[in-house]
């Protein structure tokens, strides 16, 4: 920390405004910490510190923003709160200039950590405007030149499932700088340059996936809103709701219910007339938080939806033109789970172990983490401790910070257990594989 003149009187201000104490804000702070990857443990005493003029290094004070924010509904800088920002964002003159930008800086391993700093802003989850539908078109061959952005497409979706979002991460990121966002400026044909920016989505939002996997959610959320924005730029709105179907998630994941809904009704809307696959993948998440928000007749009749959607969908070769089967069982597990259905869930969850690829590493720990949960609820020991035997067995092959908090989840539930058998030796061996 270092010392500045006199006492943070707007500080005092907007504790006293959003009706914190200190310790309140400390622990928001904390909270916000676990959303970029950083363990934090301020308490009160710190706060205090703050207060009395002390300035706190980054992340804190664009943390300490971002609570001030969520608590008082509206955007609150850090210079508000009387921080000093060690990053301003500038808004961008456009979609392709702004993602330029945030890619060279991001393949700089100089200029990225404060880019992977930055917390997640519920005021930017927002829905964005349906964009205006591109004339359709016959299928036609590859356009010339990108060969390479479909295979890589294919070589990083395929790595977080293999491998989870921490691995080939910076190699995703010095591609998009290096090879793809120089192509965004050319002179294309209509057809060419749709095709283009459609893959330079898929690229961001890939990143985005890695970045979120990884706990880093705000620079997930930015590489989010250029894959929704790059889309958007030449009327593909079949690849716009996938991104704001993916935003959704992470809004939910994060606890943010009220965005979760508006985005994954946005994704629906924009899904109309899009293939099952994609219709199926967006009907499963507004079921998920529909659910999640009370609405059961809404949530089974979107999962509804989504399920027929499935069965009429077709064999296709690029990831993101196939919704597998087990993913559907999860989300119908996430439904029937905040319906009550426990059994239901259970069952749900079953088929979607049974159906994940033997590729789809990530996938299948994260499902046997989420089932050994269920079945610890449902109270049995035994089986959840089997379940999390096998998630064990995959998560210690992941570099995935989803697979990292589930196996805190699994030690936090076990602890209650730890001198029974099974769980003992659970426990026991997390802590040997640290």
């Known amino acids: 920390m270092t010392n500045r003149r006199g006492p943070n009187n707007r500080l005092r201000a907007m504790l ?34 703050w207060l009395a003029g002390t300035q706190p290094r980054p992340p804190v004070p664009q943390l300490a923003a971002e609570a001030l924010s969520r608590r008082l509904g ?46 997640y802003r519920v005021a930017e989850a927002v829905v964005p405007a349906l964009p205006p539908a591109a004339p359709p078109e016959s299928p036609a061959p590859r356009a010339e030149g990108t060969a390479g952005l479909h295979d890589a497409v294919d070589f ?64 997930a959320q930015r590489y989010y809103g250029f894959a929704h924005q790059l889309a958007g730029e030449v009327g593909d709105r079949t690849a716009w709701s996938v991104v704001l179907r993916a935003m959704s998630g992470q809004a939910q994941r994060l606890g943010h219910l009220a965005p979760a809904i508006q985005l994954a009704e946005a994704a629906q809307e924009g899904a109309r007339g899009a293939p099952p696959a994609h219709q199926a993948y967006v009907q499963a998440q507004l079921a998920v938080v529909w659910g999640l928000g009370g609405d059961a007749r809404g949530a089974l009749a979107a999962l509804g939806r989504a399920e027929r959607a499935a069965d009429r969908a077709t064999a296709a070769a690029s990831p993101f033109d196939v919704y597998p089967a087990a993913a559907l069982h999860f989300q119908t597990s996430a439904v029937l789970e905040a319906l009550g259905d426990l059994p239901g869930a259970l069952g749900a969850l079953r088929r979607a172990a049974g159906e994940r690829s033997a590729d789809d590493l990530r996938g299948r720990a994260l499902t046997q983490a989420r089932f050994g949960q269920l079945l610890l609820r449902t109270g049995r020991l035994d089986e ?3 379940a999390w035997e096998c998630f064990l067995h995959a998560q210690e092959r992941l570099r995935s910070g989803e697979a990292e908090r589930a196996l805190r989840e699994m030690r936090q539930a076990l602890r209650p257990y730890r001198n029974r058998g099974r769980a003992a030796e659970l426990l026991a061996r997390t802590v040997q594989g640290r």
């Open 16 to 49: 006293s405004e959003a009706d914190w104490t200190q310790e309140a804000l400390a622990r928001a702070v904390n909270t916000l910490g676990g959303e970029i990857g950083t363990v934090l443990r301020y308490d009160r005493t710190s706060v205090a510190h």
């Open 74 to 119: 509206r955007a609150v800088s850090p210079a508000a709160v009387g921080f000093a920002a060690d990053v301003q964002e500038a808004p961008p003159l456009d979609s392709v200039t702004g993602f330029t930008a945030l890619c060279r800086s991001d393949g700089d391993a100089s200029r990225r950590r404060p880019l992977h700093q930055r917390p």
């Open 156 to 219: 990083f979706a395929a790595s977080i499932d293999t491998h989870g979002g921490r691995h080939a991460r910076s190699a995703l990121a010095a591609y998009l700088a290096d090879d793809v966002t120089p192509l965004l400026g050319q002179r294309r044909s209509r057809r060419a340059r749709r095709e283009l920016f459609v893959l330079a989505s898929r690229l961001a939002f890939l990143l985005a996936r890695m970045y979120e996997d990884g706990q880093l959610h705000g620079i």
């Open 384 to 386: 959840a401790c089997a």
